[in-house]
C-alpha cells in the first residue's frame, strides 16, 4: 500500500436506528482512480457523507489526504471536490455562474473563480450551454456540469457519486471518458461510486467493493480479476461421467451442473488447452462455454447474503 493514502478509515461505522448502514469500515486507498462499488443501498454513499463529514459517524477514524478529519476536516474539505448522486443546482443560476460560485464557495477570489469556472467547463465539453440556467439542462449536462464544480477549486481528491445515473450508452460512455481523464491528465485522485461494475472496469484502477455495509473486496483491477481460477461449462451428450474423470484425473476439478452441463476448473488463460485435452481424448462437446469475467463473478458472490470480506 502506498505510504501516504488519500483516503484511510478504521473500525468507521454508521448507524441510522437499529439499521447498521456502515459496519466497521477498514480501508487504505492510494492515490489514483478508485472504484467504489455495490449495489444501490449497499451504503456507498453513506460512506462518502461519513468520510465528508457530511453525515456524522458513530465510532471509527477517518484521514483524507493524510489529515484527521476530526481535527483538520475544514481545512482538508477545501481540497477535496464532491460530485453528489442528487441534483446540487441552483434554480436560476446559469452553468458559468454556478460554477463560479461554488469556485467562491471554496474560498477563491471572484476573478479567479470565474476564469478557473470558465477552463472547467471547457474540460468537461460545456460549449455555450454554459450561459443557459442551469435548471434547463438535459441529465447528460447537468452531471457535467457537477463535475466542473467539483473540479472548480483544484482540489487534489474528487468524489463523483453515481455520474453516469440516468444517461444513455452515448451519455454514459462521455462522462466515464472524462472521468478518466481527471486522474490520468490532471492526476486529481478520483473515488468512483457506483453500482455498474462495467463504470469501475473502464475506468479505475483500484476497485473496493461494499455490500451490506461492509468492505467485500479490495484490491487493484488487476488482482481481482486473478483470484478465481479460469472455469468453462462443457454442453455435451453423451460420456458425462467419463469426461468428468478425465478431467478429475488431468488435475482440473469439475461437477456437473443442474442444467446437466459440466464445469470445470480448468485453470488455464484461455481454452485452447482444454479444446485439445477434449480433443484428444475424443471427446466431442456440443458447446464450450468461457466463464464469466473473473471481477463480475467476485462481484455477484461478494452481493450474496452472508458474503464475507475477500
Not at 458559468?96 to 467547463?121: D, I, N
Not at 466542473?148 to 462522462?175: C, R, S, W, Y
Not at 483470484?227 to 478431467?247: H, T, Y
Request: proline fraction near 5%; glycine fraction near 10%; charged fraction near 25%.
Amino acid at each position: 500500500m502506498a505510504d501516504n493514502p488519500v483516503i484511510e478509515t478504521k473500525g468507521l461505522r454508521k448507524q441510522y436506528g437499529s439499521q447498521t448502514v456502515l459496519d466497521g469500515i477498514d480501508l487504505e486507498l492510494p492515490k489514483g482512480s478508485i472504484g467504489l462499488l455495490g449495489p444501490n443501498g449497499a451504503g456507498k454513499s453513506t460512506f462518502i457523507k461519513c468520510v465528508l463529514q457530511l453525515h456524522g459517524k458513530d465510532d471509527g477514524t477517518v484521514s483524507l489526504l493524510g489529515q484527521d478529519i476530526d481535527r483538520h476536516g475544514r481545512e482538508t474539505r477545501k481540497r477535496i471536490g464532491y460530485a453528489p448522486e442528487q441534483d446540487c443546482h441552483i434554480p436560476g443560476m446559469l452553468g458559468c455562474e454556478y460554477v463560479t460560485y461554488c469556485g467562491e464557495l471554496s474560498g477563491m477570489p471572484f476573478e479567479a473563480a470565474r476564469q478557473r469556472a470558465h477552463e472547467m467547463l471547457d474540460f468537461v465539453g460545456m460549449g455555450q450551454e454554459r450561459y443557459r440556467k442551469v435548471d434547463t439542462y438535459s441529465t447528460g449536462m447537468k452531471q457535467r456540469v457537477k463535475i466542473a464544480q467539483a473540479l472548480v477549486h483544484d482540489p487534489d481528491l474528487v468524489f463523483l457519486d453515481e455520474p453516469t445515473n440516468g444517461l444513455d450508452p452515448k451519455g454514459q460512455a462521455m462522462i466515464l471518458e472524462l472521468i478518466e481523464r481527471i486522474w490520468k491528465e490532471s492526476e486529481i485522485s478520483v473515488v468512483l461510486s457506483s453500482h455498474l461494475l462495467h463504470d469501475v472496469d473502464r475506468i479505475c484502477e483500484r476497485i473496493v467493493i461494499i455490500a451490506q455495509g461492509s468492505v467485500v473486496a479490495h484490491d487493484t483491477l488487476a488482482a481481482l480479476k486473478q483470484r478465481r481460477k479460469a472455469e468453462a461449462e462443457i454442453v455435451i451428450g453423451q460420456g458425462k461421467e467419463a469426461l468428468m474423470a478425465a478431467l478429475a484425473n488431468k488435475g482440473w476439478p469439475n461437477r456437473l451442473l443442474s442444467n446437466g452441463n459440466v464445469k470445470v476448473e480448468h485453470g488455464e488463460s484461455s481454452l485452447n488447452p482444454l479444446i485439445a485435452f477434449m480433443r484428444d481424448n475424443d471427446f466431442s462437446p456440443l458447446e464450450i462455454k468461457e466463464s464469466p469475467d473473473a471481477l463480475n463473478e467476485l462481484y455477484l458472490q461478494a452481493l450474496k447474503p452472508g458474503s464475507q470480506p475477500a
